[in-house]
C-alpha cells in the first residue's frame, strides 16, 4: 500500500508541475500590456508629429529671416540713394 501512496505522490506532482509548465507557455496579450503598447504608439507618433513641426517651424523662421535680411539691405540701398550716399 506504501508504494501505491508514494505512486500516487508521484503522478499528482508530475501532472502539478506539468500543469505549472503548460501555464508558463506563451500567451496572448493581456488588457495592460495591450494598453502599454498602446501608449508607446501613441508617445512615438506624437513624438514624430512634434518633431516634424519643430523642423517645419525652424525652416519657416530660416526663410523669414533670410528674406528680412535681404528686403533690409535693399531698403538700406534705397535710403541711401535717396539721401544721395553711395558705397
Keep these: 500500500m506504501q508504494f501505491l501512496s508514494s505512486l500516487t505522490v508521484r503522478v499528482s506532482f508530475a501532472c ?12 496572448s496579450d493581456h488588457p495592460a500590456e495591450k494598453a502599454g503598447k498602446a501608449i508607446d504608439q501613441a508617445v512615438e507618433s506624437t513624438t514624430d508629429s512634434v518633431g516634424d513641426a519643430m523642423k517645419s517651424t525652424g525652416d519657416a523662421i530660416k526663410d523669414a529671416t533670410e528674406s528680412a535680411g535681404e528686403a533690409m539691405k535693399d531698403e538700406e540701398k534705397t535710403t541711401s540713394e535717396a539721401v544721395g550716399l553711395k558705397d
Excluded at 502539478?16 to 500567451?27: D, P, R, S, T
Design 16 to 27: 502539478v508541475l506539468g500543469l505549472f509548465v503548460a501555464g508558463c507557455g506563451e500567451q
